[in-house]
Protein backbone atom coordinates (compact mmCIF):
# COMPACT_ATOMS: atom_id res chain seq x y z
CA UNK A 1 0.00 0.00 0.00
CA UNK A 2 2.69 2.63 0.14
CA UNK A 3 5.45 3.53 -2.62
CA UNK A 4 9.00 1.95 -1.23
CA UNK A 5 11.66 4.57 0.09
CA UNK A 6 13.92 5.00 -2.97
CA UNK A 7 17.30 5.97 -1.58
CA UNK A 8 19.42 5.60 -4.41
CA UNK A 9 21.07 8.63 -6.24
CA UNK A 10 22.19 6.98 -9.26
CA UNK A 11 21.01 4.21 -11.04
CA UNK A 12 22.52 1.43 -13.50
CA UNK A 13 22.45 2.66 -17.10
CA UNK A 14 20.36 0.35 -19.17
CA UNK A 15 20.65 0.77 -23.07
CA UNK A 16 19.60 4.03 -23.71
CA UNK A 17 19.14 5.38 -20.64
CA UNK A 18 20.95 6.80 -17.31
CA UNK A 19 19.44 8.13 -14.63
CA UNK A 20 20.44 10.45 -11.55
CA UNK A 21 18.48 11.88 -8.88
CA UNK A 22 19.09 15.12 -9.39
CA UNK A 23 16.73 14.68 -12.82
CA UNK A 24 14.15 13.36 -11.31
CA UNK A 25 14.31 9.80 -11.05
CA UNK A 26 13.14 8.17 -7.91
CA UNK A 27 10.17 5.90 -7.27
CA UNK A 28 9.05 7.64 -4.02
CA UNK A 29 8.99 11.55 -5.11
CA UNK A 30 7.51 10.17 -8.53
CA UNK A 31 4.71 8.82 -6.45
CA UNK A 32 4.13 12.24 -4.72
CA UNK A 33 3.96 14.25 -7.51
CA UNK A 34 1.14 11.98 -9.19
CA UNK A 35 -0.57 12.17 -6.39
CA UNK A 36 -0.41 15.97 -5.60
CA UNK A 37 -0.65 16.17 -9.87
CA UNK A 38 -4.46 14.61 -9.17
CA UNK A 39 -5.36 16.69 -7.09
CA UNK A 40 -4.51 19.88 -8.91
CA UNK A 41 -5.54 18.52 -12.08
CA UNK A 42 -1.58 19.00 -13.72
CA UNK A 43 1.57 17.78 -13.74
CA UNK A 44 3.26 17.96 -10.25
CA UNK A 45 7.23 18.44 -9.89
CA UNK A 46 8.42 18.39 -6.45
CA UNK A 47 11.23 20.59 -5.00
CA UNK A 48 13.71 20.73 -1.91
CA UNK A 49 11.07 23.40 -0.08
CA UNK A 50 8.55 25.75 -1.20
CA UNK A 51 10.55 28.70 -1.49
CA UNK A 52 12.72 26.04 -4.40
CA UNK A 53 9.67 25.72 -5.94
CA UNK A 54 9.12 29.56 -5.81
CA UNK A 55 12.73 30.35 -7.11
CA UNK A 56 12.09 28.22 -10.22
CA UNK A 57 9.54 30.06 -11.40
CA UNK A 58 10.88 33.50 -10.48
CA UNK A 59 14.51 32.93 -11.33
CA UNK A 60 13.23 31.07 -14.62
CA UNK A 61 12.10 34.64 -15.59
CA UNK A 62 14.30 36.42 -18.54
CA UNK A 63 16.52 39.04 -17.29
CA UNK A 64 14.68 42.37 -17.38
CA UNK A 65 10.89 40.78 -16.87
CA UNK A 66 8.51 42.58 -15.05
CA UNK A 67 6.43 40.96 -12.30
CA UNK A 68 3.52 41.99 -10.83
CA UNK A 69 3.54 40.96 -7.41
CA UNK A 70 1.43 41.36 -3.59
CA UNK A 71 2.60 44.21 -1.90
CA UNK A 72 1.87 41.80 1.14
CA UNK A 73 2.58 38.42 1.16
CA UNK A 74 4.37 35.25 2.51
CA UNK A 75 7.58 36.92 3.30
CA UNK A 76 10.45 34.67 1.65
CA UNK A 77 7.88 35.78 -1.50
CA UNK A 78 8.49 39.25 -0.82
CA UNK A 79 12.05 38.89 -0.09
CA UNK A 80 12.42 37.28 -3.18
CA UNK A 81 11.37 39.92 -5.52
CA UNK A 82 12.79 42.14 -3.19
CA UNK A 83 16.43 40.69 -4.27
CA UNK A 84 15.73 40.46 -7.88
CA UNK A 85 14.78 44.14 -8.53
CA UNK A 86 17.88 44.97 -5.79
CA UNK A 87 20.18 43.05 -8.68
CA UNK A 88 18.42 44.83 -11.41
CA UNK A 89 17.30 41.36 -12.83
CA UNK A 90 13.61 42.14 -12.42
CA UNK A 91 11.07 45.14 -12.63
CA UNK A 92 9.01 44.36 -9.91
CA UNK A 93 5.17 46.03 -9.38
CA UNK A 94 4.50 45.39 -5.58
CA UNK A 95 0.19 45.69 -5.50
CA UNK A 96 -2.47 44.82 -2.90
CA UNK A 97 -3.62 41.63 -5.04
CA UNK A 98 -6.97 41.82 -3.28
CA UNK A 99 -7.80 45.29 -4.98
CA UNK A 100 -8.41 44.21 -8.51
CA UNK A 101 -8.43 47.39 -10.28
CA UNK A 102 -4.86 48.16 -8.85
CA UNK A 103 -3.98 45.00 -10.20
CA UNK A 104 -5.40 45.38 -13.71
CA UNK A 105 -3.57 49.02 -13.73
CA UNK A 106 -0.23 47.38 -13.06
CA UNK A 107 -0.48 44.53 -15.19
CA UNK A 108 0.42 45.97 -19.01
CA UNK A 109 3.61 44.53 -19.81
CA UNK A 110 4.29 42.52 -17.03
CA UNK A 111 5.57 38.90 -18.07
CA UNK A 112 4.59 37.40 -14.16
CA UNK A 113 1.69 37.51 -12.23
CA UNK A 114 2.38 36.15 -8.57
CA UNK A 115 -0.68 35.70 -6.59
CA UNK A 116 -1.33 33.94 -3.28
CA UNK A 117 -4.81 32.26 -3.13
CA UNK A 118 -5.11 34.04 0.16
CA UNK A 119 -2.15 36.43 1.38
CA UNK A 120 0.07 35.66 4.53
CA UNK A 121 -0.85 37.03 6.67
CA UNK A 122 -3.30 39.61 6.04
CA UNK A 123 -5.32 37.15 4.56
CA UNK A 124 -6.74 38.99 1.84
CA UNK A 125 -8.58 37.26 -0.87
CA UNK A 126 -8.12 37.74 -4.70
CA UNK A 127 -10.43 37.77 -7.47
CA UNK A 128 -8.26 34.87 -9.11
CA UNK A 129 -10.44 34.50 -12.48
CA UNK A 130 -10.78 38.35 -12.88
CA UNK A 131 -7.00 38.96 -12.87
CA UNK A 132 -5.96 35.34 -14.66
CA UNK A 133 -8.31 36.84 -17.47
CA UNK A 134 -6.41 40.17 -17.54
CA UNK A 135 -3.24 39.20 -17.12
CA UNK A 136 -3.48 36.37 -19.92
CA UNK A 137 -4.69 39.26 -22.13
CA UNK A 138 -1.37 41.19 -21.86
CA UNK A 139 0.34 37.87 -21.96
CA UNK A 140 2.05 37.64 -18.55
CA UNK A 141 2.34 34.09 -16.92
CA UNK A 142 0.23 33.96 -13.75
CA UNK A 143 1.55 31.89 -10.88
CA UNK A 144 -0.49 31.50 -7.42
CA UNK A 145 0.50 30.06 -3.94
CA UNK A 146 -1.90 28.16 -2.99
CA UNK A 147 -0.40 26.77 -0.25
CA UNK A 148 -3.01 28.52 1.95
CA UNK A 149 -5.64 26.30 0.33
CA UNK A 150 -4.88 23.41 -0.40
CA UNK A 151 -6.53 21.39 -3.54
CA UNK A 152 -9.21 20.44 -1.60
CA UNK A 153 -10.16 24.25 -0.84
CA UNK A 154 -9.08 25.99 -4.10
CA UNK A 155 -7.89 24.60 -7.65
CA UNK A 156 -6.04 27.36 -9.40
CA UNK A 157 -5.57 25.52 -12.44
CA UNK A 158 -9.41 25.12 -13.38
CA UNK A 159 -9.51 28.86 -12.98
CA UNK A 160 -6.86 29.42 -15.52
CA UNK A 161 -3.65 29.79 -13.96
CA UNK A 162 -0.85 28.89 -15.59
CA UNK A 163 1.57 27.20 -12.54
CA UNK A 164 -0.01 26.06 -8.73
CA UNK A 165 2.03 26.39 -6.12
CA UNK A 166 2.49 25.22 -2.66
CA UNK A 167 5.26 24.56 0.74
CA UNK A 168 3.90 21.22 1.04
CA UNK A 169 5.95 21.15 4.37
CA UNK A 170 2.37 23.00 4.87
CA UNK A 171 -0.96 21.59 4.94
CA UNK A 172 0.34 19.05 2.13
CA UNK A 173 2.07 17.17 4.16
CA UNK A 174 0.47 17.85 7.47
CA UNK A 175 2.92 17.00 10.65
CA UNK A 176 5.47 20.16 10.33
CA UNK A 177 8.04 17.21 9.83
CA UNK A 178 10.04 18.31 6.60
CA UNK A 179 10.98 20.82 3.67
CA UNK A 180 9.26 20.56 0.83
CA UNK A 181 7.80 22.37 -2.04
CA UNK A 182 5.49 21.66 -5.44
CA UNK A 183 4.35 23.02 -8.61
CA UNK A 184 1.99 22.07 -10.75
CA UNK A 185 1.30 23.30 -14.47
CA UNK A 186 -1.02 21.61 -17.57
CA UNK A 187 1.52 23.27 -20.26
CA UNK A 188 4.45 20.74 -21.17
CA UNK A 189 6.71 23.53 -22.52
CA UNK A 190 6.44 25.48 -19.24
CA UNK A 191 6.17 22.22 -16.88
CA UNK A 192 9.55 21.31 -18.94
CA UNK A 193 11.37 24.98 -18.45
CA UNK A 194 10.70 23.94 -14.63
CA UNK A 195 11.79 20.71 -14.90
CA UNK A 196 14.81 21.82 -16.23
CA UNK A 197 15.71 24.55 -13.70
CA UNK A 198 15.10 22.30 -10.90
CA UNK A 199 17.70 19.81 -12.66
CA UNK A 200 20.28 22.90 -13.36
CA UNK A 201 20.03 24.17 -9.57
CA UNK A 202 19.55 20.61 -7.81
CA UNK A 203 16.69 21.55 -6.01
CA UNK A 204 15.11 17.82 -5.89
CA UNK A 205 13.32 16.89 -2.52
CA UNK A 206 15.07 13.81 -0.40
CA UNK A 207 13.04 10.45 -0.88
CA UNK A 208 12.21 10.52 3.10
CA UNK A 209 10.60 13.59 2.79
CA UNK A 210 8.92 12.68 -0.37
CA UNK A 211 7.61 9.28 1.47
CA UNK A 212 6.52 11.01 4.83
CA UNK A 213 4.90 14.00 2.68
CA UNK A 214 2.63 10.68 0.71
CA UNK A 215 1.62 9.65 4.53
CA UNK A 216 0.55 12.69 4.99
CA UNK A 217 -1.48 13.17 2.05
CA UNK A 218 -3.65 10.28 2.91
CA UNK A 219 -5.35 12.31 6.06
CA UNK A 220 -5.23 15.93 3.99
CA UNK A 221 -8.65 15.39 3.61
CA UNK A 222 -9.83 14.63 7.12
CA UNK A 223 -7.04 17.32 8.53
CA UNK A 224 -8.36 19.97 6.50
CA UNK A 225 -11.81 19.15 7.59
CA UNK A 226 -11.30 19.60 11.25
CA UNK A 227 -8.94 22.45 10.98
CA UNK A 228 -11.57 24.43 8.98
CA UNK A 229 -14.68 23.47 11.40
CA UNK A 230 -11.98 24.35 14.56
CA UNK A 231 -11.17 27.68 12.66
CA UNK A 232 -14.76 29.17 11.80
CA UNK A 233 -15.60 28.59 15.71
CA UNK A 234 -12.44 29.71 17.14
CA UNK A 235 -12.41 33.38 14.68
CA UNK A 236 -16.38 33.80 15.47
CA UNK A 237 -15.71 33.63 18.94
CA UNK A 238 -12.16 35.70 18.80
CA UNK A 239 -14.65 38.28 16.88
CA UNK A 240 -16.75 38.60 19.65
CA UNK A 241 -13.43 38.61 22.27
CA UNK A 242 -13.03 41.85 23.91
CA UNK A 243 -9.58 41.84 24.04
CA UNK A 244 -9.32 41.23 20.10
CA UNK A 245 -9.88 44.10 17.97
CA UNK A 246 -9.70 42.36 14.69
CA UNK A 247 -10.12 39.30 12.71
CA UNK A 248 -9.21 38.72 9.40
CA UNK A 249 -10.67 35.12 8.44
CA UNK A 250 -12.44 35.10 5.15
CA UNK A 251 -15.35 32.53 6.58
CA UNK A 252 -16.83 35.52 8.60
CA UNK A 253 -19.76 37.20 6.66
CA UNK A 254 -18.45 40.33 8.02
CA UNK A 255 -14.85 39.93 6.24
CA UNK A 256 -14.05 41.52 3.67
CA UNK A 257 -12.78 39.01 1.83
CA UNK A 258 -15.88 36.72 2.08
CA UNK A 259 -18.00 36.94 -0.85
CA UNK A 260 -15.20 36.33 -2.93
CA UNK A 261 -13.97 33.10 -0.88
CA UNK A 262 -17.80 32.06 -1.26
CA UNK A 263 -17.98 32.42 -4.45
CA UNK A 264 -14.19 31.00 -5.60
CA UNK A 265 -12.72 28.75 -2.62
CA UNK A 266 -14.79 25.40 -1.18
CA UNK A 267 -14.04 26.68 2.49
CA UNK A 268 -12.06 29.25 4.40
CA UNK A 269 -8.98 26.91 5.39
CA UNK A 270 -7.89 26.96 9.01
CA UNK A 271 -5.65 30.20 9.00
CA UNK A 272 -6.84 33.17 10.98
CA UNK A 273 -5.39 36.36 11.76
CA UNK A 274 -6.46 38.39 14.35
CA UNK A 275 -5.09 42.11 16.46
CA UNK A 276 -5.08 42.06 20.33
CA UNK A 277 -6.18 45.14 21.87
CA UNK A 278 -3.32 47.21 23.06
CA UNK A 279 0.62 46.90 21.99
CA UNK A 280 2.97 44.35 20.47
CA UNK A 281 3.70 44.11 24.36
CA UNK A 282 0.19 42.55 25.14
CA UNK A 283 0.19 40.35 21.30
CA UNK A 284 3.65 38.78 22.51
CA UNK A 285 1.94 38.19 26.16
CA UNK A 286 -0.47 36.07 24.23
CA UNK A 287 2.49 34.09 22.78
CA UNK A 288 4.40 33.80 25.85
CA UNK A 289 0.97 32.40 27.71
CA UNK A 290 -0.04 29.73 25.29
CA UNK A 291 0.36 26.30 26.54
CA UNK A 292 -1.75 23.80 24.23
CA UNK A 293 -0.83 26.13 20.92
CA UNK A 294 3.07 25.90 20.55
CA UNK A 295 4.69 29.50 19.96
CA UNK A 296 6.17 28.73 16.44
CA UNK A 297 6.34 29.97 13.07
CA UNK A 298 5.45 28.25 10.00
CA UNK A 299 1.64 26.29 9.41
CA UNK A 300 -0.43 23.70 8.44
CA UNK A 301 0.52 21.27 10.67
CA UNK A 302 -1.99 18.95 13.11
CA UNK A 303 -0.96 21.06 15.92
CA UNK A 304 -2.15 24.60 16.56
CA UNK A 305 0.78 27.35 16.20
CA UNK A 306 0.60 31.15 16.56
CA UNK A 307 3.17 33.83 16.06
CA UNK A 308 3.26 37.49 15.92
CA UNK A 309 4.55 38.12 12.32
CA UNK A 310 5.75 41.13 12.31
CA UNK A 311 8.54 40.52 14.67
CA UNK A 312 10.35 40.06 11.91
CA UNK A 313 11.47 43.55 10.01
CA UNK A 314 10.22 42.47 6.48
CA UNK A 315 6.66 41.76 7.38
CA UNK A 316 6.69 44.43 9.69
CA UNK A 317 8.23 46.52 6.48
CA UNK A 318 5.29 45.19 4.38
CA UNK A 319 2.61 46.27 6.36
CA UNK A 320 1.59 43.85 9.61
CA UNK A 321 0.41 45.45 11.83
CA UNK A 322 2.82 44.94 15.24
CA UNK A 323 -0.31 43.60 17.35
CA UNK A 324 -1.51 40.87 14.55
CA UNK A 325 -1.42 37.18 15.48
CA UNK A 326 -1.20 34.03 13.13
CA UNK A 327 -3.09 31.21 14.04
CA UNK A 328 -2.35 27.76 12.23
CA UNK A 329 -5.34 26.43 13.82
CA UNK A 330 -4.86 22.17 14.17
CA UNK A 331 -7.19 19.39 15.05
CA UNK A 332 -7.31 19.66 18.60
CA UNK A 333 -10.50 19.49 20.19
CA UNK A 334 -11.99 22.86 19.71
CA UNK A 335 -12.53 23.76 23.24
CA UNK A 336 -8.96 23.04 24.41
CA UNK A 337 -7.82 25.89 22.03
CA UNK A 338 -10.16 28.09 23.16
CA UNK A 339 -9.91 27.64 26.60
CA UNK A 340 -5.65 27.92 25.89
CA UNK A 341 -7.01 31.31 23.68
CA UNK A 342 -9.09 32.53 26.37
CA UNK A 343 -6.68 32.16 29.22
CA UNK A 344 -3.58 33.48 27.33
CA UNK A 345 -5.73 36.98 26.35
CA UNK A 346 -6.17 37.15 29.75
CA UNK A 347 -3.06 37.17 30.60
CA UNK A 348 -2.12 39.68 27.72
CA UNK A 349 -5.12 41.86 29.11
CA UNK A 350 -4.11 41.94 32.84
CA UNK A 351 -0.51 43.52 31.14
CA UNK A 352 -2.74 46.91 31.82
CA UNK A 353 0.43 49.40 31.99
CA UNK A 354 3.01 48.15 29.73
CA UNK A 355 4.91 50.76 28.70
CA UNK A 356 3.68 51.70 24.58
C1 LIG B 1 6.03 28.51 4.12
C2 LIG B 1 5.55 29.17 2.89
C3 LIG B 1 6.36 29.22 1.75
C4 LIG B 1 7.78 28.69 1.74
O1 LIG B 1 7.82 27.32 1.87
P1 LIG B 1 9.06 26.50 2.53
O2 LIG B 1 8.63 25.09 2.32
O3 LIG B 1 9.15 26.89 3.97
O4 LIG B 1 10.28 26.87 1.77
C5 LIG B 1 5.83 29.82 0.62
N1 LIG B 1 4.59 30.34 0.61
C6 LIG B 1 3.79 30.32 1.69
C7 LIG B 1 2.43 30.92 1.61
C8 LIG B 1 4.24 29.73 2.87
O5 LIG B 1 3.44 29.70 3.94
Not at 204 to 219: D, K, Q, S
Not at 246 to 261: K, N, Y
Not at 331 to 343: G, K, N, P, Y
Amino acid sequence: MSAPIVLSATFQSGPDDNHYLRQGSSDTIQAFEDAVGELEGGAALAFGSGMAAMAAVVEGQQSGAVAVVPSSGYSGCVSLFDEQQRMGRMQVRPVDISDTAAVVAALPGADLLWLESVTNPLMGVADLAELIGAAHDVGAVVCVDSTFSTPLVLRPLEHGADVVMHSATKYLSGHSDLLMGVLITRSAPLGAALKLRRDLTGAMPGALEAFLALRGLRTLAVRMQRAQANAMELATRLAAHPAVTAVRFPGLASDPGHERASRLHEGYGAMIAFEVAGSAQHAEQVCQSVRLISHATSLGGVESLIERRARYAVDAAHGTPPTLLRLSVGIEHVEDIWADLAQALARAAALSDVVP
